[in-house]
């Protein structure tokens, strides 16, 4: 990883009326950012330090307590996410962090607390300006990187069981990508609400799948869907599926009827050339066939960002109300987030090499930077 000197544009702002608007004097930040400069491989990212601008009307300066490498980053480094920006910019998308000042109409009593906020951009950093509307509590009692590890994680994972597959109590579920971040959480979500789970994984992490609940199949069998027939000859309540490709055929084939499909993502296709789009689209049009046979059964595609544009307000209050439901199982002890390192900032060509290899079993976080920066 290199270090240069950079300027990069302040995210949008949205106000935050507060009962007494306040107009803050804010010290000069330097931050310390990693940039995706383009097409590179992970020792490619780039260090830089600049001036943080002071925070504008509805935002906040957050001090970055812990972030983490997702499968986002990991397409965005090759060009491969649906609408990321032009390079270059600063990847991360979603971070736990301390407000250390607010700008004008933000309620002054947000300093010193914890908040996390998804960023989609730009959270790789030491600090960074967040609209404070985006905020949403951490409660004291959580260790930031753990609650980092559930931010982005355990709300897709809570909406997928509870708002989009409903899936009560007795049923069974199929967990693809058990040991990863959102899989490890769903697992023990779903073993919470008395659900059965089948999870794939390699073998090497098939203790783990043990241990958070699940009965695992290997992944790379061949025969993986006939063994998972085996231990659910009746089929499931629900399939789980970030792979997309010809794979998602036969998870729609083992729901039972009245059986959903939720597909949250196309990982089969991620090293394929062209238009990254078009595996989307081509599922997409999968899903809506199969919701249009009258069969019983349905296909949904999960959207984390699904209504955002549309009505910020109400997107942001339902991520708030789930993250709390999730952070409040990680602090009674229920939920337990799945951490495969913690890696420095100033090292995050590390990190998301690791994250890479798929060797691991939960999230890489990174944390803030061991060594500082020198100055370009």
Excluded at 101 to 123: E, S, W, Y
Excluded at 164 to 169: E, G, H, L, N
Excluded at 298 to 324: I, P, V
Aim: charged share 20%; hydrophobic share 45%; proline share 6%.
């Amino acid at each position: 990883m290199t270090s240069t000197a950079a300027h990069a544009s302040a995210p949008s702002t949205t106000p935050v009326v507060s009962t007494t608007p306040v107009v803050s004097t804010t010290p000069v930040v330097s931050a310390t950012e990693v940039v995706l400069p383009g097409l590179v491989e992970p020792d490619g990212l780039e260090l830089r330090r600049r001036e943080l601008p002071a925070p504008a009307k509805g935002q906040v300066v957050l001090r970055m307590d812990a972030t983490g490498v997702s499968f986002a980053e990991q397409q965005m480094r090759r060009g491969k996410y649906y609408d990321q920006p032009s390079f270059p910019f600063v990847p991360g998308y979603d971070v736990v962090g301390t407000v250390t000042a607010a700008g004008p109409d933000v309620d002054t009593a947000l300093v010193g607390r914890r908040f996390a906020a998804v960023t989609k951009i730009g959270a790789w950093a030491s600090h960074l300006l967040v609209d404070a509307v985006d905020l949403m509590p951490v409660p004291d009692e959580v260790d930031a990187a753990d609650a980092e590890t559930v931010v982005v994680n355990g709300i897709t994972a809570w909406q997928m069981l509870h708002r989009i597959a409903k899936v009560r109590t007795g049923g069974t579920i199929v967990v693809l990508g058990a040991n990863g971040g959102v899989g490890s959480t769903l697992v023990q979500l779903a073993r919470h609400a008395g659900i059965t789970v089948i999870g794939t994984a390699s073998a090497r992490h098939h203790a783990t799948v043990r241990e958070l609940g699940a009965t695992p199949v290997d992944y790379r069998d061949p025969d993986m869907y006939a063994r998972i027939r085996e231990l659910a000859p009746a089929g499931v309540d629900a399939v789980f599926d970030h792979v997309g490709g010809a794979g998602v055929e036969q998870s729609w084939q083992l729901l039972r009827k009245g059986g959903t499909l939720v597909s949250y993502g196309t990982a089969a296709t991620k090293d394929d050339e062209g238009n990254s789009q078009v595996p989307v689209l081509k599922l997409f049009a999968r899903l809506a066939a199969w919701n249009s046979l009258p069969n019983g059964r349905s296909a949904h595609f999960y959207n984390f960002w699904a209504g955002k544009r549309r009505c910020r307000a109400s997107w942001q209050q339902r991520m708030t109300e789930d993250l709390t439901q999730v952070l409040r199982l990680v602090a009674d002890d229920v939920l337990t987030p799945q951490i495969a390192a913690r890696i420095p900032l100033s090292d995050t060509a590390a990190a998301l090499t690791l994250a890479e290899s798929r060797t691991v079993a939960g999230k890489i976080v990174i944390v803030p930077a061991a060594t500082p920066v020198p100055e370009a």
